[in-house]
């Protein structure tokens, strides 16, 4: 396996894997599928508000998974911290894709000066949330029946990461 920035050709994948997602589980709470534009429309903003967008890929160059991060909330006391996305291959969860992709992501994150981590996962994703876990994250809230889908009620468990890295504090008004 080999992690990679993404590139354009990767979108299509990178589409069908997060389309996935929507159709068959509760890690995008949205029934709305996106469209390979919109999806291309992501894949642009990312690239020139300079945030990574890294693919997973087998021996073929096959996209096995993706990641990415970006602003956690808009307003400017939030700027050090960022919220992060990974989606693998349903087929071959569980083979340490996620893993990999974590680990490439908080590398990035805390070159880029980055602060914090935050992932979002259903309460129900044990598996996720045992991932971050183990690389460090801690759960730092949960927010009980915040989403639904399926027709239930859907807990949302905040995760964190302090990086090593932080940026210097400046003041602002």
């Known amino acids: 396996m080999l992690v990679r920035d993404a590139q354009p050709k990767d979108i299509p994948s990178i589409l069908m894997l997060y389309n996935q997602a ?3 589980t509760t890690a995008a709470w949205t029934t709305q599928e996106e469209t390979l534009d919109a999806r291309l429309t992501w894949y642009e903003n990312r690239m ?3 945030l990574p967008v890294i693919v997973a890929v087998d021996g073929e160059d096959q ?3 993706f990641a990415s991060y970006g602003p956690f909330r ?4 939030y ?3 960022a919220e992060h996305t990974v ?3 349903p087929a071959i969860q569980r083979q340490g894709i996620g893993r990999t992709l974590m680990t490439r992501l908080i590398d990035i994150a805390e070159a880029n ?3 914090v981590l935050v992932g979002g996962v259903d309460g129900e994703n044990s598996a ?3 991932l971050h876990e183990t690389l460090g994250f801690e759960v730092s809230g949960r927010l009980p029946q915040t989403g639904t889908k399926y027709g239930r009620w859907l807990d949302l468990v905040f995760l964190t990461k302090v990086l090593k890295s932080a940026a210097p504090l400046e003041h602002f008004e």
């Open 128 to 130: 996720s949330i045992a």
């Open 48 to 50: 020139k508000q300079g």
């Open 22 to 24: 929507v159709r068959d």
């Open 79 to 81: 700027r050090h911290t």
């Open 87 to 89: 989606y693998v291959n």
């Open 63 to 65: 996209v096995t998974g």
């Open 74 to 77: 808009s307003k400017e006391g």
């Open 113 to 115: 000066g980055i602060h």
